[in-house]
């Protein structure tokens, strides 16, 4: 049961370089969700797809752009990684309906220096 | 906007304590509740949820009451073992929203 996978779970970038963090879900979902997540801050959502061929911008897009290449498929992407990017990024997906819980993935750690 | 607030950590207890972590919300309407818990260098999942007022979520002797009046869905646990050290997460989300709203999450160490 692999369920939501991201690769890859480390990463040390240098400031400037670009980067791209996959994501693949195996449960048929038509949601996917990108969060980043800071100490004392919870979970911010960056982007998130409803639906194949859809994406939408969260609450802190600023710096990253995103592709749903498939149902299965979601990556996010950094162009130009900055120190403040360094964070721990998930994944997750879910079923369209807004009471169905998501599903992360264990997480890609991600340092800029 | 929407938004929770999860009391701060950490939270330090000892085995077989009782446990209790307060979430409050704020919204414009009835949205549904969550709680996620994410143990060392895991992801989140999904500990349990209530969908309507009054509903009660339960999930491996924990358990959280949606209360409308108070705008709260606390966690309990009658006696916490050294498993459940983890970080606990209140979320919450409307139909149609597309997205869940998180608190800021509440560290629990138990120790033995």
């Known amino acids: 049961n692999a369920g939501v996978t991201q690769t890859p779970k480390f990463q040390v970038l240098k400031t400037g370089q670009s980067m791209t963090l996959q994501c693949a879900q195996d449960m048929n979902h038509n949601s996917m969700y990108w969060y980043r997540q800071d100490p004392g801050m919870g979970l911010r959502l960056i982007y998130y797809?409803?639906?194949?061929?859809?994406?939408d911008k969260g609450e802190v897009p600023n710096g990253y752009n995103v592709s749903r290449l498939n149902k299965r498929e979601f990556s996010l992407r950094l162009e130009s990684a900055a120190p403040s990017q360094t964070s721990v990024y998930f994944c997750?997906?879910?079923?369209?309906?807004?009471?169905?819980?998501?599903?992360f993935g264990d997480g890609t750690r991600l340092s800029i220096l | 906007g929407d938004s929770v607030t999860q009391m701060e950590g950490p939270v330090t207890l000892s085995e077989e304590a009782f446990l209790t972590i307060n979430c409050t919300y704020t919204a414009t309407g009835y949205p549904s509740l969550f709680w996620y818990v994410q143990y060392p260098g895991e992801g989140l999942q999904l500990l349990l949820k209530a969908t309507k007022a009054d509903d009660k979520g339960s999930n491996k002797g924990f358990e959280a009451t949606y209360r409308k009046e108070t705008t709260s869905f606390h966690l309990e646990k009658g006696s916490v073992q050294v498993s459940d050290s983890a970080v606990y997460f209140c979320?919450?989300?409307?139909?149609?929203?597309?997205?869940?709203?998180f608190g800021q999450g509440t560290r629990l160490t138990i120790n033995p």
């Open positions: 979320a919450l989300t409307f139909q149609g929203a597309q997205k869940l709203v």
């Open positions: 997750a997906s879910s079923e369209e309906a807004y009471f169905r819980p998501q599903h």
């Open positions: 797809s409803a639906s194949e061929g859809t994406t």
